[in-house]
């Protein structure tokens, strides 16, 4: 083919991936806002590669990307979550990932792919513009869709979601869209600046969409981005005190900067009404008071440096958060309910990447941040980019870092990051003074093979990365579907798909057992007892495998312990044992997990065990003066047997931290009061 052909196909490729945002599969995925947008990705970047491996085997000169600091550190990055995976506690989710996040080492490795083929043909500084203002045009629909969700009512919803005061659009994540909108805002001062000043209406475009991107991370009322934007306004401001000789641009630079810092101080110091009523800046108020979510943040981040200082070097293992979170679990994530009570990152992108890929994968991470800093600044110190170009791109990564406290990177945000190293790399690279130097003895033998041994990988990880993921998210979709209408027929079906291998046979298997165990228990003596022991004994085959092949993912664990349970009321009793050793293993790898002894109580319970269950219980009730979980299982457990002034005394500790009276617990909490004064009279 022509060579022109295949750098313009190369060139229109590596354009189309920057659409991934805007990807959605409602009706065919499981997590429909994640899981199409990295198969999208990962393919349009490898059949990009394709074209490009071929280019460079044609024309190794012109397409070997120069040597660069800033792409051999990202690489640096990319290699430190490999080892951290090989030395990890769990390779296989390292390089994977899950369905919810799609964002193993494997990802990882399409966007340094993506990043690399970038540099290596959109060489010069206009050609790279126009991808920028691609992804600023797609973070624009993406706000825009933002809006239409926001108005869109319950009735009649907008991409899943209608009349709520917080949007996720594409993104289907609320602080992912108001990092998005934190792009599109800084984009858009960037591009302004990099514009044709002679072309007026630049400013009136770029000032549409910057302010539309203040607009998304207001719907989206998430702290993160908007101390983000605040603290990236101080640095622009502060910093155009030192690159203009005009007097009202710098007093306008100090009264921003000084009105962001006390709208930061009064925002997290303040108790006033009205900021209350604005989600997004309420939330920086928790920082400093430690309430709400951000209590369970901060104390995410403290599990993860007791993950750090276990493994200090490469970590648990790129996306193994989770081990780390249940191993140090703390007692006190109750107090927000048992939503905050898993957490399979750190909502923090440093303390989640400290965690997990140790002091090697966090200065590597940071190092790439380094040194975007220090090119920016020596390029704007030799005159090659202009200062306002300089504030605007040192604003864009500021906010990404202050963001990165709040949250983790995901899909849309690497892309972001990615596409911006690469920015930076091709101002560095037509910028340089002194051509780069390649090893041509290296060139002539070893690229030649690394041509071939990379084509190779690329068709393989194409075909059972991104095909066979694919086609295994949505047949699991469809099964998950004709379960609702034939359960006991349906069983067989997710038998069989459950032990075909592909990369992700562990999500198929959780999509599969949290679908079986939504079917209402039959109890012994009770019609179709025996085909509902039958069905969840297919049910448990799929779980036990699960958990042989994952050992470490103690939730899934949890729901087997409650499956083994109700087969033992429906007359099985042989599940005993495998349930008492599951529990055991339970309490080793999450010491602290009240849900471990509540569910191991109720197990006692079956064994007319009352003594066992009260002691295990009693394991959680010092846990916190504000959880009254443990109490109210007391109460029952002596209520159960009669024990009526017992079971009064935790019920009254129970209320006392907090219990509600609702209609589910009423009518417990009346026969425990009624019997109890009875005893006391008699």
């Not at 934190?182 to 072309?199: E, G």
Request: aromatic letters at 16%; proline letters at 2%; charged letters at 20%.
């Amino acid at each position: 083919m022509n060579k022109k052909y295949l750098i313009y196909s190369l060139k229109a490729l590596l354009a189309l991936a920057l659409i991934m945002p805007l990807i959605v599969g409602l009706d065919h995925y499981i997590f429909p806002f994640i899981v199409p947008k990295a198969i999208f990705f990962r393919s349009v970047v490898a059949v990009a590669f394709f074209v490009y491996l071929t280019l460079l085997w044609n024309d190794k000169k012109t397409f070997l990307p120069k040597k660069n600091t800033l792409l051999i550190v990202a690489g640096l990055f990319l290699l430190a979550t490999f080892l951290s995976a090989i030395f990890g506690v769990d390779w296989v989710n390292s390089w994977w990932g899950d369905f919810e996040r799609m964002e193993g080492v494997h990802t990882l490795l399409y966007f340094y792919v993506y990043l690399v083929m970038l540099t290596a043909v959109f060489k010069e500084k206009k050609d790279y513009v126009f991808l920028l203002k691609i992804i600023l045009s797609v973070g624009v629909i993406v706000m825009l869709l933002g809006i239409i969700q926001r108005f869109a009512i319950r009735e009649n919803p907008f991409i899943s979601l209608g009349g709520s005061n917080r949007v996720y659009s594409t993104l289907g994540n609320f602080i992912y869209y108001g990092q998005y909108g934190l792009a599109v805002f800084w984009l858009s001062w960037l591009l302004l600046f990099l514009s044709d000043k002679a072309k007026t209406y630049y400013k009136w475009i770029y000032g549409a969409t910057s302010l539309l991107g203040v607009v998304g991370m207001f719907l989206a009322g998430s702290r993160g981005p908007f101390l983000a934007f605040f603290v990236s306004l101080i640095v622009f401001g502060l910093g155009s005190l030192f690159v203009t000789k005009n007097k009202k641009i710098k007093v306008a630079g100090l009264v921003v900067s000084l009105a962001m810092v006390a709208l930061i101080a009064t925002a997290i110091f303040s108790n006033s009404k009205i900021f209350a009523s604005i989600p997004a800046i309420h939330g920086l108020s928790e920082i400093y008071t430690r309430t709400g979510t951000a209590n369970t943040r901060i104390m995410a981040w403290e599990i993860a440096w007791k993950g750090f200082l276990d493994k200090p070097v490469f970590g648990y293992g790129w996306f193994n958060y989770h081990v780390v979170f249940d191993k140090y679990y703390n007692p006190k994530f109750l107090e927000h309910g048992w939503g905050e009570t898993w957490f399979d990152h750190a909502h923090n992108q440093y303390f989640d990447v400290l965690a997990t890929t140790g002091a090697v994968g966090l200065i590597t991470y940071l190092a790439v941040f380094v040194v975007m800093f220090y090119w920016l600044w020596r390029l704007y110190k030799r005159e090659k980019i202009t200062a306002w170009i300089w504030l605007a791109a040192n604003a864009f990564i500021v906010g990404h870092l202050i963001n990165n406290f709040f949250v983790f990177e995901h899909l849309s945000s690497y892309l972001l990051l990615f596409v911006f190293i690469g920015f930076v790399v091709v101002l560095h690279n037509t910028n340089r003074d002194v051509e780069d130097k390649k090893m041509k003895k290296v060139l002539s033998i070893g690229l030649d093979l690394f041509i071939v041994v990379a084509f190779i990988l690329n068709l393989y990880f194409l075909y059972y990365g991104n095909y066979i993921s694919d086609k295994a998210n949505r047949d699991t979709r469809d099964v998950l579907t004709q379960f609702q209408v034939n359960p006991p027929q349906v069983i067989k079906q997710m038998v069989s798909n459950s032990a075909v291998p592909n990369p992700h046979q562990r999500d198929v298997r959780a999509s599969f057992v949290n679908m079986t165990n939504k079917v209402k228990p039959v109890r012994q003596g009770e019609d179709k007892v025996v085909l509902y022991r039958n069905f969840m004994a297919d049910a448990i085959k799929i779980l036990e495998d699960h958990v042989k092949d994952y050992p470490l993912d103690i939730r899934r664990k949890l729901l087997l312990t409650q499956m083994y349970k109700d087969v033992y009321l429906a007359g099985d009793k042989s599940v005993a044992g495998r349930m008492e050793k599951l529990f055991i293993d339970l309490s080793e790898l999450s010491p602290d997990r009240q849900q471990v002894y509540y569910y191991w109580a109720e197990f006692k319970l079956l064994e007319d065990k009352y003594d066992e269950a009260v002691k295990i219980t009693k394991k959680t009730t010092s846990d916190s003066d504000k959880i009254y979980n443990g109490y109210w299982f007391l109460a029952k457990i002596e209520g159960s047997r009669s024990e009526w002034q017992k079971a009064r005394e935790y019920l009254d500790k129970a209320l006392e931290r907090g219990m509600e009276v609702a209609d589910s617990n009423r009518w417990m909490i009346n026969t425990i009061k009624d019997n109890s004064s009875s005893t006391i009279k008699k």
